[in-house]
């Protein structure tokens, strides 16, 4: 370790002239990825950190039963050779699963960034019992970025665990079964591809997609122009975890719309029946618009008490109130990703990373 922080201060000091500071992760070397992750902790432990950034190679960084790896500094940017070579991959013993125990990472940064990597977490899901939570990424930080970032798992996939958090993710990719993005605050998905796999290994149950508990944001999930890939179990797109859940779904194509069921969200709440639930301009894969005209549910919780009828087919006025800059304020995370993006492909192109 004290030799590979004397490496990472010597090449950060010969790159300081040129007002970039970089770490480079051994290829295939899950160890290296650790050890640079610890160093990228040590030297932007302050919120005000400059920027840093954390190269991968392509190749199969497999942490094993490691779980919670944590990025604690502020201002990283964490960036892979490319979204399908660059892998991430955990396997928490089905006895430590749980929502909060089996993340491949856990982000606690503020104005982290991820760009082209696959995070897999390879909890043995259809044995793990009646729950096979295993995140992926399990994000406690503020502002992050994923931009075409790959995430495999099956429940709980993505968590965005800070009530009062704004995120923003663009090309990236989930897949899962059960409550696969869940969690708290606002959070814009952009040109997002969703996929839902097997909810049992013979195709049989049904899947659902997202599971919101916002608490102190007024936004919550905002899924914009993404797509939903679906070949197996019939699915909702999401269902109340608690609070005051809040998601919408503008601009959706369902490459398979017959898989999704007649109400559309779940109508059996978990811990509240009442929410925010809409869409607007569902399409299906030629573009056609296949928007319901209406589609009243009654929400209820599990043991059918306390229900909660509800409109889920958004107004045009309505839709037209979900912009980057209502949602995020001062915050540009669109702008903020294209000039990240430049960046780090000048340095994947120095480092012979492309």
């Not at 999704?260 to 509240?272: A, N, S, V, Y």
Request: proline share 4%; with cysteine.
């Amino acid at each position: 370790m004290k030799y590979l922080s004397l490496i990472a201060c010597l090449l950060l000091t010969a790159l300081a002239a040129a007002g970039q500071r970089v770490l480079v992760v051994e290829k295939g070397n899950a160890q290296s990825l650790l050890d640079v992750i610890g160093e990228a902790n040590r030297l932007n432990a302050a919120k005000d950190a400059e920027r840093l950034f954390i190269l991968i190679p392509d190749g199969y960084y497999d942490l094993g039963e490691t779980v919670l790896t944590r990025l604690s500094g502020h201002n990283v940017a964490v960036v892979g050779q490319s979204m399908e070579g660059t892998i991430i991959r955990n396997a928490p013993d089905k006895k430590t699963e749980g929502i909060s125990r089996t993340a491949i990472l856990q982000n606690r940064g503020t104005g982290n960034y991820f760009e082209d990597l696959t995070l897999r977490n390879d909890l043995d899901y259809y044995h793990a019992g009646e729950d096979g939570r295993a995140v992926c990424l399990q994000d406690k930080g503020q502002r992050t970025i994923c931009n075409r970032v790959r995430m495999l798992s099956f429940q709980d996939t993505y968590y965005s665990d800070n009530d009062t958090c704004q995120h923003y993710m663009q090309d990236t990719e989930i897949h899962g079964t059960i409550d696969f993005i869940c969690g708290a605050g606002d959070v814009w998905f952009e040109r997002c591809l969703i996929v839902t796999e097997k909810r049992h290994p013979d195709g049989s149950g049904r899947n659902i997609i997202m599971a919101p508990r916002t608490s102190k944001t007024p936004w919550g999930y905002v899924f914009n122009r993404c797509t939903i890939k679906n070949d197996e179990s019939v699915y909702h797109y999401g269902r109340a975890w608690h609070t005051n859940p809040r998601c919408v779904w503008l601009y959706t194509t369902l490459l398979t719309p017959e898989k999704l069921l007649p109400t559309r969200f779940d109508p059996e709440g978990m811990k509240i029946s009442s929410n925010y639930f809409k869409e607007y301009g569902t399409m299906d894969a030629e573009g056609r618009d296949i928007t319901p005209k209406s589609n009243v549910v009654t929400f209820t919780l599990r043991d059918h008490t306390q229900p909660y009828v509800a409109e889920t087919i958004m107004q045009p006025d309505e839709a037209r109130r979900y912009t980057l800059r209502a949602v995020f304020g001062d915050w540009k995370p669109a702008a903020k990703l294209k000039k990240l993006q430049r960046q780090s492909r000048r340095l994947r192109k120095q480092y012979k990373l492309n």
